[in-house]
């Protein structure tokens, strides 16, 4: 069974920074992608950042130039750095996981479970 667990989350004022990580566990090999969405109470998920197993990385518009993302493949570990954040950006942010391969079994479209982050004065 593959899990992924986030942590990090919490209270931040604006312009403050906050580092999400999350470890996938279960017995992997490898992970294709990795990456971050959220969801905002009332709004549908939304892409944050995804990274692939080759590095190539991709963010929302609204993200570039504050957020990073990075993993560590060694410790199955995609880490969101968020600077310079915003009121709006409060959200529940969910790691996301496709195509791992773990034993004898592949995984498509795994979620954990969220970590809430709060941005406000």
């Known amino acids: 069974q593959v899990q992924l667990v986030e942590s990090g989350g919490g209270l931040v004022q604006p312009g403050g920074s906050l580092r999400l990580s999350c470890a996938a566990s279960?017995?992997?090999?490898?992970?294709?992608?990795m990456g971050w969405y959220r969801q905002a109470s009332g709004k549908q998920r939304e892409l944050v950042a995804t990274?692939?197993?080759?590095?190539?990385?991709n963010y929302a518009d609204s993200v570039k130039g504050r957020f990073t993302i990075s993993r560590d493949d060694a410790e199955n570990t995609v880490y969101l750095q968020m600077n310079s954040l915003k009121p709006e950006e409060t959200a529940v942010y969910y790691c996301?996981?496709?195509?791992?391969?773990?034993?004898?079994?592949?995984?498509?479209?795994?979620w954990g479970r969220g970590t809430q982050v709060t941005v406000s004065s």
């Open positions: 990274i692939t197993e080759g590095g190539s990385t």
């Open positions: 279960g017995n992997i090999f490898s992970i294709y992608i």
């Open positions: 996301y996981a496709d195509e791992i391969r773990a034993g004898p079994y592949r995984y498509f479209e795994v």
